[in-house]
Structure formats: C-alpha cells, structure tokens
Antibody, heavy 118, light 110 residues
C-alpha cells in the first residue's frame, strides 16, 4: 500500500522559512514523479513544484526563486524548502506522487497546513 | 499560467448523469492529452478519478468517465450516488513542465 505522509507545517511570520517533508512508503521517490500542490483556505488547488525521476525540478511562477524541491532517496522522502514566505503562501500543502509524467498525483498525502502571519 | 475554467457548481438527482466541463486553451489543455480529474471531499485530500483524459485508475468506479474535444475536457458521472457529492478539479499539463488546475466544481446530489 502506498502512503505519503507530510509534516513540517505550522505558523510562521512573513519573511520566514519552513521546510516541509513528505515521507513515502510503498513508493520509490527516486524513480517516480513527485509534486507539491497547495490549497489556500476555501480555494482551489494550485500546482507548486515537481521533481522528476531524473532529478529535474520545476516550479510555478508564484514560488520560483523562493521554494526549492528536493529528495533524499535513502529516506524515500521529498522536501519543500520554503523561504521568504508571504501571507499568500498560507495554504494546506499536499504531497503527490505519480508513476507517470502524465498526471500530477495518483497518490496524495493528507496535507500539512502552513500559516504565514504576524 | 492561467487556471482552467470550470463551472462553480453542478447538480443532479440520484441515478442521473451529470457532466462537468473544463476549458483551457490551445497551449495547455488543447495541446496535450494529459488531463486529469480529482475528487475532493471536505477536509480530505484529492483523489485521482481520471488521468490522461480517459483512463481510470484501479478502484475507481466505471460510473466516472472522461473525454476531450478541442480545448474542453469533460467528466461525466453516471448513476449519481450520494457519495459522489464533493468538489471536482481538472488539471492539465501546460507545456514547459508546468501544470494548471481548474477552479473546481462543487457537485451536489439532490
């Protein structure tokens, strides 16, 4: 059974940094496609970033230069380093995994909440 | 990267069929057969219902089907059941390794 478990969310002041983690089981992050998708309170889904099996990384314009996606193959874990956080980054952050580059998420975690506020 | 356009709401009675549309452009949805549909219940994570326009993941009911014509994709739910109520989101590959979602459609089973 595939499981994705996010952690690392919390309350952070504007301009601060936070690192989210997505630990997986039953799913090999190094050979598949991993993404982060966020959902602001009461709003729709927004693609944030992806890391492909070959290691290439991609970002939405709204987070480019501030967020960094990475993975630790030995821990089967994906990370999202979030710097220079803004109020508009407040959202539930979901980790998603897929065997195919044709879809963002065949599997999803339960999400971790990030609140950016002073 | 503009969001795909979905109707904010849709509804149907139990047993009926309902179709939700998702409109993009010739640069995103119209250019690639990488359209997915997700179901989300309140307080829960999204669940993949359709991928690559028409494919259904293992375990998803065959009452869910997808299609695409030009710049518009559609999700049809047939034989509506109470458990189908929730929010539905489309997504599409938009080229240059970007992905875009629709704004979501709230499906109500009357």
């Amino acid at each position: 059974e595939v499981q994705l478990v996010e952690s690392g969310g919390g309350l952070i002041q504007p301009g601060g940094s936070l690192r989210l983690s997505c630990a997986t089981s039953g799913f090999t992050v190094s050979s598949n496609y991993m993404s982060w998708v966020r959902q602001a309170p009461g709003k729709g889904l927004e693609w944030v970033s992806s890391i492909y099996s070959g290691g290439r990384t991609f970002y939405a314009d709204s987070v480019k230069g501030r967020f960094t996606i990475s993975r630790d193959n030995s821990k089967n874990t994906v990370y999202l380093q979030m710097d220079s956080l803004r109020a508009e980054d407040t959202a539930m952050y979901y980790c998603a995994g897929s065997y195919s580059s044709g879809t963002i998420g065949a599997y999803w975690g339960q999400g971790t909440l990030v609140t950016v506020s002073s | 990267q503009s969001a795909l356009t979905q109707p904010p709401s849709a509804s149907g009675s139990p047993g009926q069929s309902v179709t939700i549309s998702c409109t993009g452009t010739s640069s995103d949805l119209g250019a690639y057969n990488y359209v997915s549909w997700y179901q989300q219940h309140p307080g829960k994570a999204p669940k993949l219902m359709i991928y690559e326009v028409t494919k259904r993941p293992s375990g998803v009911s065959n009452r869910f089907s997808g299609s695409k014509s030009g710049n518009t994709a559609s999700l049809t739910v047939s034989g509506l059941q109470a458990e189908d109520e929730g929010d539905y989101y489309c997504s599409s590959y938009a080229g240059s390794n970007f992905w875009v979602f629709g704004g979501g459609t709230k499906l109500t089973v009357l």
